[in-house]
């Protein structure tokens, strides 16, 4: 039911007009905000450590600003395919290019933004891209199936992890893919089990763990780290940032862990910088901080 009522959605946007999106969309956001406390309070617990000066009634109001800008994920989703529709431009492509001409890398991204914007105009941006991504599987969840889909057609490799933690013969094809020079695309700011291997960072004063995994695919593969953000910065335009490379290397076993953990602490700083300049792009409903004490 969900995903007819999205292509329907869809359809009817591409006939009238962005504006019939932004209506109804808007419209099911509120609802969202009104109908779900315990979402709200997670936003509410977010704004409150990003803003700890303002006033609780101004949470409230970022938390609906969040709400709303997730909306536009949706809508660039459906015009990413009209030609002009869609801009952007790119700092730090030259890096993920070498990259590219060498041993590859991780391309490590956020909830933030949109990532399938992203994606899709990287191919367009970095002629011969390899990219491979890893991402969690909701399951039952139609409307991300069919955005799965939307970026497989772009001949972008996907591979879905679920709650198990995925195969191990998973992991082995993404150690090829990057010794081969392509790019492996994993999340940062979410880890996919309840058992997965983490590391400690401080982010907005708060204690977060970060998964292990991207940091241990790294040393493993021998490929730097790359931290990267599709950032919409005007309605149909976007900003695109890939970092300089986070290079782990350690000879010695013992020193693995402080490495990585190190690797991690640098991205959480990049993550909260980029959450300060746009607040309401912060993507990530889960709660995400330890409480404050």
Avoid at 151 to 167: A, E, M, P
Wanted: with cysteine.
């Amino acid at each position: 039911m969900k995903s007819i009522f999205y292509r329907i959605l869809g359809l009817l946007t591409r006939w009238l007009g962005g504006w019939f999106f932004s209506l109804i969309a808007g419209g099911i956001a509120t609802g969202y905000f009104v109908l779900f406390p315990r979402r709200v309070g997670v936003g509410l617990r977010f704004y409150n450590a990003l803003f700890p000066q303002r006033h609780r009634l101004y949470h409230l109001w970022c938390t609906f600003r969040q709400f709303i800008d997730f909306t536009h994920v949706f809508r660039d989703r459906l015009v990413l395919g009209v030609d002009g529709a869609i801009t952007s431009d790119f700092d730090g492509w030259e890096r993920l290019r070498d990259a590219m001409d060498g041993s590859g890398g991780i391309l490590l991204m956020s909830h933030m933004g949109n990532w399938e914007v992203a994606a899709r105009l990287l191919k367009k941006t970095l002629p011969g891209l390899k990219l491979l991504l890893y991402m969690g599987v909701k399951q039952k969840e139609q409307i991300e199936s069919l955005q799965k889909e939307a970026v497989r057609q772009s001949d972008i490799r996907i591979i879905g992890v679920d709650k198990s933690g995925g195969s191990p013969l998973d992991v082995v094809e993404g150690i090829r893919f990057l010794r081969d020079g392509g790019l492996v695309s994993i999340t940062g700011d979410r880890a996919w089990q309840e058992e997965q291997r983490t590391l400690p960072v401080r982010f907005l004063g708060r204690d977060v763990r970060l998964p292990a995994a991207p940091y241990v695919l790294s040393l493993t593969a021998g490929v730097p780290v790359f931290v990267f953000f599709a950032l919409r910065t005007g309605p149909g335009h976007y900003h695109f940032t890939a970092s300089p490379p986070i290079v782990l290397s350690t000879a010695e076993r013992s020193q693995r862990e402080a490495v990585m953990r190190r690797a991690a602490q640098t991205y959480a700083d990049l993550l909260e910088a980029a959450v300060r300049r746009h607040p309401f792009q912060w993507h990530h409903f889960d709660e995400f901080l330890a409480p404050d004490h």
